[in-house]
Nanobody
Framework: QVQLVESGGGLVQAGDSLRLSCAAS????????MGWFHQAPGKEREFVAG????????YYADFVKGRFTISRDTAKNTVYLQMNSLKPEDTAVYYC?????????????????WGRGTRVTVSS
């Protein structure tokens, strides 16, 4: 019963920044860790970043460490992904997902709810 809606994607140049948002609605009273994933055409959905239910623990894929920051505002039921120093290889559809647990999980199959995705295109 949790609905997730991503926003903030767009077309940018290499080196630019984007801030993605994921707004949650519905039954959000349970503890949910949140994750951001991306998927390029012909490739598997891949973990990008995760944040614990408490918001104080974060985890990042190696290829985004030092560039991306995940955060959440529990009062607004919103999770963010600040993406800096974007590279062409970051081009993908980005999805937020909710996991019924306290800590984020890197496996997409473990997540219970998914947003529709927002497209990020980074030109060189």
């Amino acid at each position: 019963q949790v609905q997730l809606v991503e926003s903030g994607g767009g077309l940018v140049q290499a080196g630019d920044s984007l801030r993605l948002s994921c707004a949650a609605s519905g039954r959000t009273g349970r503890p949910y860790a949140m994750g951001w994933f991306h998927q390029a055409p012909g490739k598997e959905r891949e973990f990008v970043a995760g944040i614990s239910w408490s918001g104080h623990s974060t985890y990042y894929a190696d290829f985004v460490k030092g560039r991306f920051t995940i955060s959440r505002d529990t009062a607004k039921n919103t999770v963010y992904l600040q993406m800096n120093s974007l590279k062409p290889e970051d081009t993908a559809v980005y999805y937020c997902a909710a996991f019924a647990g306290s800590m984020p999980e890197v496996r997409p199959s473990e997540y219970d709810h998914w947003g529709r995705g927002t497209r990020v295109t980074v030109s060189s």
